[in-house]
């Protein structure tokens, strides 16, 4: 028994520090700045723990060109046969991720999934001139004639899927010679290509044995799945203008704190998610606009028709703020509608209370005496002494007054307070 347990330590040790076979990472988003992180630090752990291939389980709806012409570089580049296997039932692989299945040693997808539609769009949806268009078709068929052609798929077909946004099922992907298996799991996935001889992009032969292997998963960081979240247009523009109503209470009744930190947090991470997105400084100053509206509304009482102004530039500004090339990168028309109204009302209210605090005659404090009426104790001729809010009081006055004069405060200077005649006030 002393000699088995060692033992067994020692073998369990043995077993944890073998590589992993197969490394697997999910990318269930859209293709942005994160995901092209994500998958670029993957396949660094993937060389560096000497794994023999990376499996990446695709499903997006497309992205941004330039994480994509990243990514696909990464792919191409990495010395670890990458396997980019469309899943589960349901799911797609469209536009930008057209490109990156494309782009794998071994592009695999399960039954019931699609890819295609890999049109280049403009951002914002925008209208281009003839030439211009042509210009980021050809570009994005010329990536994809390259990559298509090095892998030894279906050139014209894939090509076809970027200059007529033509879409493919499975099955369609499978007989066009796109992909090169259809699989219903992982464990079909692995068994379909186990002793498949892969051409790599360099020129470079190899034998994949991945059947029965084992899989290690691997997670993004915390930074990374934060930033993911934030890199949905709707949840910036949401931490944006939470932001910004924020520093408008604090700005509105300064000492809060909460408000102010609260504001403080939200703008710095909209900000940081916005950075990493295509944004136009255009609808950003309509924003600033709206909310020039809105404190303009409070201060003019303009029947609303200031406020209404605010509410249309806030959603304009949000509407185009990130141009996002496809829908699921750009800010829907309800999230700016509910974010605006209720920015309108909220912020009017609490401007109003601003002004209507600072019209009020001070009540507190040495300026709170200037108004006050006292009584002359002694005669003021012209300094003396009045009784006035519940206090004896050293007085001047601008000339002289007897004993028992109602007197009225004009100002505090220091200790002293300078009066005059209660009866010269209307």
Known sequence: ?????????????????????????????????????????????????????????????????????????????????????????????????????EAADIAAMAPGTNTGAAHPVTLGGE????????????DAAALMRTVAGKRGRNVAVAESAVRQSKSFTEQEALSSHLIDLVAANENALLRGIEGRTLRRFNGDSSVLHLAGQRVRVYDMTLKERILSHLMDPNVAFILLALGALSLWAEFNHPGAVLPGA????????????????????????????????????AKFAAHGVLAIGGIIAMIIGALFLVDGPIPEMQIHLLTAAAVAVPFAIIAVFLASLALRARRNRVVTGPEGMVGE?????????????????????????????????????????????IVEAAEQQP
Do not use: C
């Open 262 to 297: 609260v504001g403080l947090i939200s703008i710095v991470l909209a900000m940081l998610a916005l950075n990493l997105m295509p944004v136009r400084f255009a609808a950003m100053a309509l924003l600033l606009v709206a909310l020039a509206l809105f404190g303009l509304e």
């Open 127 to 138: 209208k281009l001139d003839e030439v211009m268009k042509q210009k980021m078709e050809n």
């Open 373 to 417: 009426v006292g009584i002359a104790r002694t005669p003021l001729s012209p300094e003396g002494e009045v009784f006035v809010h519940g206090e004896l009081w050293n007085a001047r006055a601008s000339r002289a007054l007897d004993r028992g004069t109602r007197v009225r405060v004009k100002a505090v200077e220091g200790l002293r307070i």
């Open 1 to 101: 028994m002393k000699r088995t347990i060692p033992l067994s330590v020692a073998l369990l040790l043995v077993a944890l520090s073998l590589p992993a076979d197969v490394l697997k990472i999910v990318v269930d988003d859209m293709i942005h700045p994160m995901s092209d992180e994500f998958i670029g630090r993957a396949l660094i752990e993937a060389d560096q723990h000497h794994d023999r291939a990376v499996l990446i389980e695709l499903r997006t709806p497309g992205g941004l060109e330039t994480s994509m012409r990243s990514i696909v570089r990464k792919i191409i580049d990495s010395p670890v046969p990458v396997i980019v296997y469309v899943a589960p039932a349901g799911s797609r692989a469209a536009s930008a991720g057209f490109f990156v299945l």
